[in-house]
């Protein structure tokens, strides 16, 4: 009997057949050099025995450029308007796509529903390539896009072994130069207030001040460590659990500034003076910091050339032509930078 069906075969039953991605699929039919022998001759296989017949015209559609980026965050827009942090990435991200005459689409993906929409607008090729911010650790959006066959690239990283293109900062050293910078200002009880934690820079600048704690000789105190989410409410509310805990302590290092502003609130309604009682660093050295009364230390991290570093591997993805997943993901980490201020 032959393998052959009734009907005209389509891309998603030679990948079922070949056990791999459409994207996949799609990459061998194109003559990708980006796919291993392997996999090439398990789709060539697939495709003789179902009798496909690539559709001429739609490999003319999938081979033509939109000149269209894609900058996804998973966020609400509360969030989004609030965080400098997101506000300097996208200046990043659309200065340097501006120079290569690239279109920005700004994209929020808040629910699962939007997540399946927004995988349907990729499957019809209305862009070229894909950034991704804000990147949770159980998020299957950058292994579906490549799925898709296109490039992507993440702001931060879901692990530390993470498959897919991304450029990141120094998360670690961040909290390591905080704490070590706290630990020369005499203060020994010393708190964080971390992001959360299936964020794996969340889990990095915790690590980093873990590690600081250990190169001062401090022991670790678990009534020290207390999760927020980001945002300043967050922090409010993980300064109060620390206070409750540990009122004792004398410094905090927020893994953000908007949490290390929301911190700083709930040390003035506890009596606190900063950094008479409690020295205060933040990350980001963003707006928030210079505006806040004192002044915030704060880690500096490059977020606008992390947005155009980028741009720039995307568009580098994209002219090779393929989303296909190289031997090893391209990978960049800029250096971050401990900004001294009033607050501590």
């Known amino acids: 009997m ?12 030679v990948a079922a057949r070949a056990g791999v991605g459409r994207g996949t699929v799609s990459r061998v039919i194109n003559g990708s050099p980006r796919v291993s022998e392997q996999t090439r001759t398990a789709v060539a296989r697939a495709v003789a025995e179902l009798g496909y017949v690539p559709n001429q015209a739609a490999r003319a559609l999938a081979g033509s450029r939109t000149d269209a980026i894609a900058l996804v965050i998973p966020e609400a827009e509360a969030r989004l308007f609030a965080e400098p942090y997101f506000l300097d990435l996208i ?19 808040r629910s699962e529903q939007e997540r399946h929409r927004f995988e349907q607008y990729l499957a019809a090729q209305r862009v070229d390539g894909v950034l991704l911010a804000s990147v949770h650790g159980d998020d299957p959006l950058p292994d579906r896009i490549r799925e898709l066959g296109l490039p992507v690239v993440l702001n931060g990283r879901r692990a530390e072994a993470e498959p897919v293109p991304y450029v990141d900062s120094d998360n ?17 009880r010393i708190a964080t207030v971390t992001g959360p934690l299936d964020m794996y820079v969340a ?6 001040y873990r590690a600081g704690l250990t190169e001062a000789a401090l022991p670790p105190d678990e009534a020290l460590v ?6 300043e409410e967050g922090g409010r509310r993980a300064m109060r659990q ?10 905090v290092f927020a893994a953000s500034d908007v949490m290390a502003a929301g911190a700083r609130g709930a040390l003035r309604e506890a009596g606190r003076r ?11 050295d963003s707006p928030v910091a210079r505006l806040m009364d004192p002044p915030l230390t704060s880690v500096r991290q ?16 994209i002219h090779e032509g393929t989303g296909a997943a190289p031997e090893e993901p391209r990978r960049h980490v800029l250096p971050t930078e401990l900004v001294v201020r009033e607050s501590s």
């Not at 207390?226 to 945002?231: I, K, L």
């Open 172 to 188: 670690i050293g961040a909290g390591r130069a905080a704490v070590a910078h706290l630990v020369g200002r005499g203060r020994s």
């Open 2 to 13: 032959s393998g052959r069906q009734s009907g005209r075969p389509t891309l998603e039953q």
């Open 203 to 208: 889990r990095a600048r915790l690590g980093g």
């Open 302 to 317: 490059p977020i606008e050339e992390m947005g155009r570093t980028m741009a720039r591997m995307l568009i580098q993805e």
């Open 274 to 284: 900063v950094p008479e009682d409690v020295a205060l660093v933040g990350v980001d």
């Open 91 to 109: 200046r990043g991200v659309s200065a340097e796509l501006a120079e290569a005459d690239k279109q920005l689409l700004l994209t929020l993906v």
């Open 226 to 231: 207390a999760t927020g989410d980001f945002t």
């Open 242 to 251: 620390l206070l409750d805990h540990r009122p004792d302590l004398d410094a």
